[in-house]
């Protein structure tokens, strides 16, 4: 789960109207969208898994939520399944601390060993390490189209990042290979899809996660829970 949400995360964030003044620049779309990406204050955003098995503390992956306060707050809650079951796992991380809710149970705050088996969705949009500074920096860059999405105008590019620049946005995510990255970005430069496919499943086998961002710089209010 922690390889996924970072390659979904990984992959991501940001919106707009019309076409993209870049049209046909895949390295421009790129740059352009880690500008927009760096000034945001907070994003929500929702992921899912398309392809591939992702565990996350023993359970499948099926989809994600989450809400982004920068610099250091999240709040996330993953879709998980055991055999025919799915079920809610929520992970808080404020101030510094990280709580999990399992199901049938209150909040639990975890010692720092066990906060990093979790993801920490906002070091994706860190200025210096994050997608700000990993996006424009893929190699094989492709102008693929302009084209619709939500009845809006966007670019849509490819491009490749090696491991190691997925690994740098979330250490969980730990790909055995190079990562396919296809995102769709607005006229304003915030990218509204992203789709990433790699080797960051169970066991280093295939898998691919698309993320889907509708909300920047939302009204956020991520508080410590109780345990």
Not at 94 to 101: F, K, P, Q
Not at 151 to 158: E, I, L, P, Y
Request: net charge neutral; proline share 5%; aromatic share 6%.
């Amino acid at each position: 789960m922690r390889r996924l949400l970072a390659a979904a995360a990984a992959a991501v964030a940001l919106t707009g109207c019309s076409g993209n003044e870049a049209t046909g620049d895949a390295p421009k779309v790129l740059r352009d969208s880690a500008a927009a990406m760096a000034k945001l204050q907070s994003v929500s955003a929702t992921l899912k898994l398309t392809k591939g098995t992702v565990t996350i503390q023993g359970f499948r992956l099926v989809s994600a939520k989450t809400s982004v306060r920068m610099p250091a707050d999240s709040d996330t809650v993953y879709m998980v399944k055991e055999q025919d079951i799915t079920f809610a796992l929520q992970v808080v991380i404020a101030a510094g601390h990280t709580y999990v809710h399992l199901p049938f149970s209150r909040f639990e705050e975890v010692n720092q060993s066990q906060a990093a088996q979790f993801p920490d969705m906002a070091k994706l949009f860190d200025p210096s390490t994050g997608l700000p500074a990993v996006i424009p920096s893929g190699t094989q860059k492709k102008y693929i189209s302009s084209e619709q999405l939500d009845g809006k105008t966007v670019d849509h590019v490819s491009t490749t990042y090696t491991p190691e620049q997925v690994r740098s946005l979330l250490t969980q995510l730990n790909s055995s290979g190079p990562v396919a990255a296809n995102i769709w970005v607005r006229s304003d430069h915030l990218i509204r899809k992203a789709v990433l496919d790699g080797a960051f499943g169970d066991g280093g086998k295939e898998a691919a996660v698309e993320v889907d961002i509708s909300a920047f710089n939302p009204t956020v209010t991520i508080t410590s829970p109780t345990p």
